[in-house]
């Protein structure tokens, strides 16, 4: 069984299992707070760990021996489990904070039984967090990748150096990102669930250039900062059509007959949102943008060679 240390300490697997083993030790660190549910911020730094774990994983797959229990449709159900709590937090949130106060007394007060339903949904949802937690499932996946991180099984590729190899670790993470219909769609009642569907893309895409942050230059670090300001424009985007059909859902006039000082303000922020990304999206769309996310990876290439002597005092990506 081979060891990432033992030929070169930055070996292409030797940097995986750092990122695999700080996403690890973070899930580790967060199942108690979680279970304890006083703050909602450990649910969702937990969720986002399982989502950059699962990146990892997928990325350096080709570099990895992993054991059979740490599968993805695993870690796929956990996260979704564990969204579906996170989901409601954000929407009462921002409810409560956000959008409340800037409507008029009826209707805050109009609100409150919505509230009362967002919290019992959640208190159910938080039942399956526990479950999800607690089962054997999840824990015998933590336990064998706990286990494999003490003896990392890394294949021929994973025990060569890292230098020469980041080209190949990132561009499949971006490999096809302006071909997905989303970013067609022009308008605002188009199709939107392509362009939830982009938001995914983008943060997957965004996730796997991150993983590469402790060795590459500007150019690359600029990008993961474009592509994380467009998936957070579309996540306040879906966050705002899921609030407003969460609501609505529960009126027996619906949203606009009861509370149209809300339709209206949830619309204008939609509308907001809306504009700005299609703003960025066009400018990323253009063939000159496009082109400069693969010159920056190719730019990365030609400069791996500096990377020997810089690769141990890097610091690897916090999760």
């Known amino acids: 069984m081979a060891s990432p240390h033992d030929d070169h300490p930055f070996s292409n ?4 299992v750092d990122l695999i083993a700080r996403f690890t030790d ?3 660190s967060l199942q108690g707070p979680v279970l304890a549910d006083s703050d909602p911020e450990p649910l969702h730094q937990m969720r986002v760990a399982l989502r950059r774990l699962r990146t990892c994983l997928h990325q350096f797959a080709p570099a990895l021996q992993l054991p059979r229990a740490v599968a993805d449709p695993r870690l796929a159900k956990t996260v979704r489990r564990l969204g579906m709590a996170r989901d409601l937090d954000v929407l009462r949130e921002r409810l409560e904070k956000d959008l409340m106060p800037e409507l008029p007394e009826a209707e805050r007060k109009a609100l409150k039984p919505v509230l009362k339903q967002l919290r019992r949904e959640r208190a159910l949802a938080y039942e399956q967090v526990v479950g999800t937690l607690q089962s054997g499932g999840y824990l015998k996946l933590l ?4 286990g494999w991180l003490r003896h990392p099984d890394l294949t021929p590729l994973g025990e060569l150096p890292l230098v020469g190899w980041t080209l190949e670790w990132q561009a499949p993470m971006i ?14 009642e188009g199709d939107m669930e392509r362009v939830h569907d982009l938001r995914k893309r983008l943060k ?10 402790a060795v590459t230059g500007s150019r690359c670090r600029q990008w993961v900062v474009e592509l994380r300001d467009l998936q957070e424009l579309l996540g306040e985007l879906n966050d705002l059509h899921v609030l407003e059909r969460a609501i609505d859902d529960q009126l027996p006039s619906g949203l606009a007959g009861s509370l149209p000082a809300l339709e209206a303000l949830l619309r204008r922020r939609a ?5 700005q990304w299609r703003q960025h999206a066009e400018g990323l769309m253009l063939p000159e943008r496009r082109r400069s996310l693969s010159m920056a990876l190719w730019l990365e290439r030609r400069s791996d060679s500096h990377l020997d002597a810089a690769l141990p005092v890097l610091a690897l990506p916090s999760p």
């Open 271 to 275: 509308q907001d949102c809306w504009g």
């Open 26 to 28: 973070k899930l580790v």
């Open 143 to 146: 336990s064998q990748l706990q």
């Open 175 to 188: 490999a096809g990102l302006f071909q997905h219909p989303g970013w067609f769609i022009r308008e605002q």
């Open 13 to 16: 697997g030797a940097f995986a």
């Open 204 to 213: 997957t895409a965004r996730y796997g250039m991150e993983n590469l942050g």
